[in-house]
């Protein structure tokens, strides 16, 4: 076996391996929207309520990444990771005993959060790119993406099917437990500690490399953009089921549309990976998210018939997590990736930032107006918006201070 193949065959391991954890960690978050009536119904608790502490969930997921980014990228992912999955079983498994907001925020929104976060994309994506040659990089993003698509693919209608058959509590810790799954898969990733003699800002320390990317106009649009995404993607998937009940069909086609949404957007990941090398991110950015715009008003003026939430499902998909390649690529490509980890995190944080406040005025709409149309109408806006966002970003690689003063 030549090393070329040997390392082509490693490069596949490595991504098949990142995938598959990606798979469950977004494979179990993806669904718990499907748990918001089955909880009320069951605890008693307010659509409002489950909402905000799923709404902590989506801020902490993000706060820690850009965290455990630094751990990761100081000390290496695999213990970052195998901790992460450890976390998000144990506060499922906590959650299926809540019967109150507090346990539900404790569970939900921190425990199983943070544990989801470190082992989220921009762990496992600076895991693999510091060991990924510059040419492979985004199709690996792109790759790994897929995974967490397919999670949610093959999540929702398991998870749908369990609460059906067992109740809520039951397919709460069937999550929990498949969060364990993923442990076996971490001894075949990289140390995800970026060599020194391979990256262009090795010799800038972290604290360095933060105060130049927090100045750099191209990093806040990113940032700026990525927060308008979580909204969107938040909202979706925390009231998706609440629109299909307001609309009175049945829970199935709450979690066959959540389970499109994830097929579609498997072949919207890899789409995206592969574009990233051809086309500039920007623009593959700003066409996901007037793309975005465009479904909602067309969803807005259609019949709330099952089909129609399916052909919505399936457009949303196309775009719904393959923001995140382009937007780590153009942070790579920015920057480097020896503290990618650190940097796309706090980039995840601006989007997870946006994500509380989608599932959160969610359930605050649907409880002040009876529907959710006013939050329709702001999430095709900030949509509209973050396209907007993303025709002034700098492709370039940055110079560092150092450099360009030379």
Not at 177 to 194: D, E, F
Not at 278 to 283: K, Y
Not at 336 to 341: H, Q, S
Request: aromatic content about 10%; hydrophobic content about 55%.
């Amino acid at each position: 076996m030549t090393s070329h193949t040997q390392s082509s065959r490693a490069a596949w391991v490595l991504m098949l391996c990142a995938a598959g954890i990606l798979f469950i960690t977004t494979g179990a978050r993806q669904t718990l929207g499907l748990f918001v009536m089955p909880l009320k119904d069951s605890t008693g608790m307010s659509i409002a309520s489950i909402s905000f502490a799923l709404a902590i969930g989506q801020f902490v997921w993000g706060a820690v990444q850009p965290v455990f980014g630094a751990i990761a990228d100081s000390h290496g992912s695999r213990p970052v990771i195998a901790g992460g999955l450890v976390l998000l079983a144990a506060g499922m498994a906590l959650a299926s005993l809540a019967d109150t907001q507090w346990m539900l925020m404790l569970s939900l929104g921190v425990i199983s959060a943070a544990g989801a976060g470190a082992a989220g994309f921009s762990i496992l994506i600076g895991a693999t790119s510091a060991n990924l040659p510059p040419e492979r990089r985004s199709f690996a993003a792109g790759f790994i993406n897929a995974g967490s698509s397919l999670g949610q693919f093959a999540y929702a209608p398991i998870t749908q099917a369990l609460i059906s058959a067992f109740g809520w509590a039951s397919a709460m810790l069937a999550l929990a437990l498949s969060a364990l799954a993923g442990l076996p898969l971490i001894s075949k990733l990289g140390k995800g500690v970026a060599s020194a003699a391979t990256d262009h800002a090795s010799s800038m320390g972290l604290r360095a490399q933060l105060r130049h990317a927090l100045r750099d106009r191209s990093y806040l649009l990113i940032h700026a953009s990525y927060f308008t995404c979580g909204v969107h993607i938040a909202f979706l998937v925390t009231h998706l089921p609440g629109e299909v009940a307001l609309c009175g069909l049945p829970a199935g086609v709450s979690a066959t549309a959540i389970a499109l949404i994830g097929l579609f957007n498997v072949a919207g990941s890899l789409g995206a990976g592969w574009l990233g090398s051809r086309v500039r991110m920007r623009s593959i950015l700003f066409w996901m998210y007037a793309g975005r715009a465009i479904a909602i008003a067309i969803y807005l003026v259609s019949p709330r018939t099952p089909l129609t939430f399916y052909v919505f499902a399936a457009a949303l998909g196309v775009s719904w997590l393959a923001t995140t390649p382009p937007t780590a690529g153009l942070v790579g490509k920015l920057f480097g990736t020896r503290y990618l980890a650190t940097l796309f995190g706090l980039t995840l944080l601006s989007h997870q930032t946006g994500a509380f406040f989608g599932a959160w005025l969610g359930g605050v709409t649907i409880s002040r107006f009876g529907d959710y149309g006013w939050m329709w109408i702001a999430d095709m806006v900030l949509a509209a918006f973050a396209a907007l966002l993303c025709l002034p970003i700098r492709e370039a690689r940055v110079l560092r201070p150092a450099a360009a003063a030379a």
